[in-house]
């Protein structure tokens, strides 16, 4: 049995990364993406958080999350936004019963400042490259990039080398 101890701040912000049952490539179909999408939507219908940031990769995703004054219930979502991708896919069960299509846990990290926040969102926005999918983070297409350039967060040709503040920044 695990230690771990989650951090709950009412009305915090979160960097989150989540992971698929044994890095299974998920979201290499468009439909497991749209899902996923629709399971955020349905969740924040009910749960209101706000996204800052958010990229899918095939077999992970990365998200930073504002959640509202006085509530930190960030588990309820994921549970909820991870079943709902997972009635939607033919997967085997475990002796649970719980399908296998997501790693039982995810990772949280609370922002905790500023240059902590540009940073998290840096490296949501960056990982595409990181990962060598695509040379720019302009050209991933599951990604809120295109929107931050929208915000003037960053300029359209943001990201063709690694920024400065992401050096040893690991955090698969």
Known sequence: MSDYRRAFVPGGCFFFTVVTHGRQRLFDEDQNVDRLREGLRRTMEKHPFQID???ILPDHLHTVWRLPVGDSDYSLRWRLIKHYLATGILASTNPRGEKSVWQR???????RDEDDWRNHVDYVHY???KHGYVMRPGDWRWCSFESAVKRGWYSPDWGASEPPGLAGMDLE
């Open 53 to 55: 940031a958010i990229v």
């Open 105 to 111: 846990r995810f990772w949280e990290h609370v922002i």
């Open 127 to 129: 990982n595409p490259v």
